[in-house]
């Protein structure tokens, strides 16, 4: 038990119901966004799938057309080049430079970043198809082959709010959720007993506060390493590098990035072969255990030129390894830490946790449910949180009104985001434009739930429109994707493609959830006065 003065309760309780009513809302759309973002691999596999299953990593025998798809490229893009999985089981190979002079003729502006991408079959080993443009085409060429997956990634992220703007916003939620965690385990003085206790026999609002209690007192750890690491996230690139720059390299950001993340590679003015890429990625494999997944590399066909190869993690490990290669001779030269610098520090092991303490992608399906369940609750702790907070205010108009916003976003972006996966289908399908298709049938789902919103009766009401409706939506789903030109379950799991009859399960169990839900949810309030029955206990939850 912790001891605290009344007052300093008092004043601790104010501050936690501010900090989460100030920003609650958009707190409530990032953790939303994000306990689906987590199954972001999946959800690309499952929206956009090849004929075949593909081996995990990137497979055998890719040497021969990357070296044949390299000299096909002009030498001004090979600067640098990546390759890595995409959606379906898809390859990406991506060449990068900067437009030659002459195409930009009598400009002091430095040449804008151009190059050429490759979308790759990775069973068959074929090109899929190719983009050539600047740095903004390819970007979008890219996120086209994984649009369901990325549009939810983006919308967790950054809010799809312009950089660094989103990244700010995000980073300050972040941090707002660890100062609700925090207070929210000072003011909770019985802890222990509070992990267990809902007053079953007491009123509506008394089993509310139980249950939004319970959820957030199992979820604080959690809540508090997703908070941390998403403000990490959001502030080391956006804020703490340009930040080092100017405090410790005068605003050189270039000897920044060379100081947290190594020397570049001394070039030779000379032209020298690739070494076998099939031959660095075996050797790779057998030094960390793990087939990689990602390759980077600089000025292809150059001497002195480096190949950097990542590979997962292993088994029983929560961060992967990073093993730089010799790209004219094939030689292994170190074991590069994963993110910062270029030997084994405390900073980097720190760093290189980040991603799977927060993503949850550490083993497998397992750690990707824990997460998705944790995640589940915590939005269901801020939602109701945010019910709690305006239904103990409902005497004043104004917080009436904030009832039905909050109603509004808490049941609306959980339509809005099973509808769009709607867009993507039809868009894919009729070779439109995905991403604005997406945000077309996303803001259907927020005009739609915000009509609800607007003239239900009740809270309760809008609760129950709009859930019916994204019951509806998830019901709808598997059908849409085998009309636009998905394979029919007989064909996925002839050709062991499971994840797309799982995929279609989720959205079929998730509507069968929310029948439930409006089925046995809470009994209909008091339906005299339209006031009284938006702020009656049973329309908290």
Request: hydrophobic residues 50%; aromatic residues 10%; contains cysteine.
């Amino acid at each position: 038990m912790i001891t605290l003065s009344q007052e300093r309760t008092k004043h601790l309780l104010s501050i936690h119901g501010w900090s989460g009513v100030l920003l609650g809302l958009l707190l409530y759309a990032v953790i939303c966004t994000g306990t689906v973002a987590v199954f972001s691999t999946e959800i690309g596999d499952w929206s956009n799938p090849l004929d075949t299953p593909s081996e995990a990593g990137l497979p055998s025998g890719i040497n021969t057309l990357v070296q044949t798809l390299a000299d096909q490229v002009d030498p001004a893009y090979r600067e640098e080049f990546f390759l890595f999985s995409s959606a379906g089981g898809r390859l990406m190979l991506q060449f990068e430079g900067h437009q030659p002079a002459s195409a930009t003729p009598g400009s002091s502006e430095p040449a804008p970043h151009y190059g050429v991408l490759y979308a790759i079959d990775s069973n068959r080993l074929q090109v899929i198809n190719r983009v050539e443009g600047p740095e903004e085409v390819l970007d979008k060429a890219r996120h086209v082959t994984d649009a369901l997956a990325d549009f939810f990634v983006e919308l967790h992220v950054r809010l799809h709010i312009p950089s660094p703007w989103g990244l700010f916003v995000t980073g300050v939620l972040g941090l707002i959720m660890m100062v609700a965690a925090i207070t929210g385990f000072l003011v909770h003085r019985h802890l222990i007993r509070e992990l267990f206790t809902i007053r079953r026999h007491k009123d509506g609002l008394l089993r509310a506060r139980d249950a939004h209690v319970i959820a957030g007192t199992w979820t604080l750890p959690f809540a508090f390493v997703l908070a941390f690491t998403g403000s990490f996230f959001s502030f080391a690139t956006s804020l703490g590098l340009p930040a080092m720059a100017m405090v410790v390299f005068e605003g050189d950001q270039d000897r920044a990035l060379a100081e947290v993340f190594g020397e570049p590679a001394t070039i030779e003015d000379r032209d020298a072969p690739v070494a076998n890429l099939d031959a660095i990625l075996n050797d790779a494999e057998q030094r960390t255990g793990v087939r990689p997944n990602f390759v980077v590399g600089g000025h292809w066909g150059k001497a002195g030129a480096e190949i950097r190869v990542f590979t997962p993690a292993r088994e029983g490990m929560l961060t992967g390894r990073s093993p730089v290669y010799a790209a004219e001779t094939g030689q292994f030269l170190r074991d590069q830490p994963v993110l910062v610098g270029q030997q084994p520090s405390a900073g980097n092991t720190v760093a290189a946790l980040m991603a799977p303490l927060h993503f949850g992608h550490f083993a497998g399906l397992a750690s990707k449910a824990a997460w998705f369940a944790l995640g589940f609750a915590g939005a269901y702790v801020a939602l109701t949180g945010l019910l709690l907070w305006t239904q103990r205010r409902a005497a004043q108009p104004v917080w009436q009104r904030m009832a039905r916003v909050v109603h509004w976003v808490g049941y609306g972006l959980p339509l809005s985001m099973a509808m769009t996966p709607y867009g993507t289908f039809v868009a894919q399908a009729n070779g439109w434009s995905v991403l604005s298709a997406q945000w077309w049938v996303f803001g259907c789902g927020v005009l739609v739930s915000l009509f609800i919103a607007c003239l239900a009766r009740t809270s309760l009401h809008i609760r129950r429109y709009t859930v019916a409706l994204t019951g509806l939506a998830l019901l709808g789903l598997p059908a849409v994707r085998m009309i636009t030109g998905g394979p029919g379950w007989a064909d996925a799991l002839s050709t062991g493609r499971t994840g797309i009859a799982a995929g279609d399960l989720v959205m079929l169990s998730g509507a069968l959830a929310c029948g439930l839900l409006c089925r046995f949810g809470a009994r209909p309030a008091d339906q005299r006065s339209p006031v009284r029955a938006a702020s009656t206990p049973e329309a908290v939850v």
